[in-house]
């Protein structure tokens, strides 16, 4: 944080010195001697002994500190609590104990009104971004504040967490965020005012990943911002061509993760990254398209990658190929009817562009494609769990994508149809937002 060990005393000195490197023979000495040196601070940025071991991870000697009741949410001089500044620093285990000992995941400092869960969005520390939802589920929180408005939490300057992780190029902690519920469009402005979106801040900062996890869960490519621009705008006026040409509104609609998978409490975690990368993969396909020509465009695949040989043709004779595309492996069955199909199309029967703020949402109950009973849960199929992923049976140009799902299209009613081809704490506080 910039300041050094400014200290009263000598004693208080060599004590500081000692929780910075994790001497805990020679704190608890100190503290023997005198036990009142453990509400100790530093002078000018008034950073206690609990502080600075959080900050460097000394979980030993934040034990020692908590057990002699030092309370785990006192303040330094900008309103930071030791919570806070593991969260910075990523130090998992400091700030599961200080959790343990009822820190407040509640707390705002007094630089930007921030919380933890902003620090460890903006650092991009998905372990401690995770350990602080989980706990924000069960705390009092969820009661008092309700789990959704702590997920989307603004700071003095109007910034979610989301905000902050699509500024800083994290794309995990902003995957995790968003499957969290928070929001893809939240607007920095207040009272009804634009403001910058998460996408605009993407844009801005020139991260191809972000923009591909914002648009992919609904991120409006034509929102505002308080100045009037669009993310396009804002991606050309930072030089980041690749991140323009995904982002231009002329350009290809990008798929867009169902919103009736979205919240369907059945959708175990192997069934969701299959679903994923399916998305994933269609969307890359997408981004070849609007690449195609330029000087982002991506190498086509060699002809050996593209086109199947014998040997590999007579492997996937022997397993169950997809009944709507002909081309995959089955890797998801329905239940309780017990069809099967692969990723592909599954997420082609769930797909959806994204509703229009004109009209009422609504989420059409999904009903299998063969037998039109409805889906109550989806599962990863058993025989698909021991086939390893082949390449399409098909012969294909090797200029053309080897995706089935690119010779697809979605309509608005999701069916498929044919398509036309700081010295102690060694980090800085916080970096403003720009």
């Known amino acids: 944080m910039g300041q050094g060990l400014s200290c009263r005393t000598k004693e208080e000195k060599e004590l500081f010195s000692a929780v910075q490197v994790g001497d805990v023979e020679f704190f608890h000495q100190v503290l023997t001697r005198d036990s009142t040196l453990a509400h100790s601070f530093t002078l000018y940025d008034r950073n206690?002994?609990?502080?600075?071991?959080?900050?460097?991870?000394?979980?030993e000697i934040?034990?020692?500190?908590?057990?002699r009741f030092v309370k785990p949410d006192v303040v330094n001089r900008y309103k930071q609590t030791p919570l806070m500044l593991a969260s910075m620093h990523g130090k998992i285990l400091c700030l599961k104990k200080l959790i343990e000992s009822g820190a407040d995941i509640l707390m705002f400092d007094s630089l930007n009104g921030r919380t933890c869960l902003h620090y460890a969005a903006y650092y991009g520390h998905l372990d401690c971004l995770e350990a602080i939802l989980s706990i924000a589920r069960t705390s009092p929180v969820a009661a008092s504040w309700g789990f959704s408005r702590f997920v989307n939490i603004r700071d003095s300057k109007g910034a979610t967490p989301l905000h902050l992780a699509a500024r800083q190029k994290r794309p995990q902690c902003a995957r995790m965020l968003l499957s969290n519920g928070a929001l893809v469009?939240?607007?920095?402005?207040?009272?009804?005012?634009?403001?910058?979106?998460?996408?605009?801040?993407?844009?801005?900062?020139?991260?191809?990943?972000?923009i591909r996890e914002l648009l992919a869960w609904g991120a409006d490519r034509l929102q505002r911002d308080s100045s009037g621009r669009i993310p396009y705008t804002v991606a050309l006026g930072h030089s980041h061509g690749a991140c323009a040409a995904l982002l231009n509104p002329s350009s290809l609609e990008p798929l867009v993760w169902p919103s009736p998978l979205k919240f369907m409490s059945e959708l175990n975690d192997e069934v969701k990254?299959?679903?994923?990368?399916?998305?994933?993969?269609?969307?890359?396909?997408?981004?070849?398209?609007?690449?195609k020509g330029t000087a982002f465009s991506i190498p086509s695949p060699s002809p050996s990658d593209s086109c199947i040989n014998d040997e590999v043709s007579s492997e996937s004779s022997e397993v169950d190929l997809c009944s709507i595309c002909f081309d995959q492996v089955c890797t998801i069955e329905v239940r309780e009817c017990g069809h099967q199909m692969c990723a592909q199309c599954t997420l082609a029967l769930c797909c959806h562009n994204k509703p229009s703020p004109t009209?009422?949402?609504?989420?059409?109950?999904?009903?299998?494609?063969?037998?039109r009973s409805s889906i109550s849960k989806l599962v990863v199929a058993a025989a698909s769990q021991d086939v390893k992923p082949r390449k399409s049976r098909r012969w294909r140009n090797h200029n053309e994508g080897c995706s089935s799902i690119k010779s697809l299209s979605f309509g608005k009613t999701g069916r498929i149809a044919a398509a036309d081809d700081d010295e102690l704490l060694n980090k800085p506080v916080v970096e403003e937002l720009d």
Request: net charge negative; proline share 7%.
């Open 62 to 67: 934040i034990s020692l500190l908590l057990d």
């Open 185 to 210: 469009c939240a607007s920095t402005g207040g009272y009804g005012y634009p403001g910058s979106t998460p996408l605009h801040l993407a844009a801005r900062s020139g991260s191809l990943e972000c």
């Open 48 to 59: 206690s002994t609990l502080h600075i071991a959080a900050a460097n991870g000394q979980i």
């Open 273 to 291: 990254s299959l679903l994923e990368e399916a998305l994933l993969s269609a969307n890359k396909e997408r981004e070849k398209a609007i690449f």
């Open 359 to 371: 009209k009422p949402c609504s989420s059409p109950q999904l009903v299998c494609p063969f037998c």
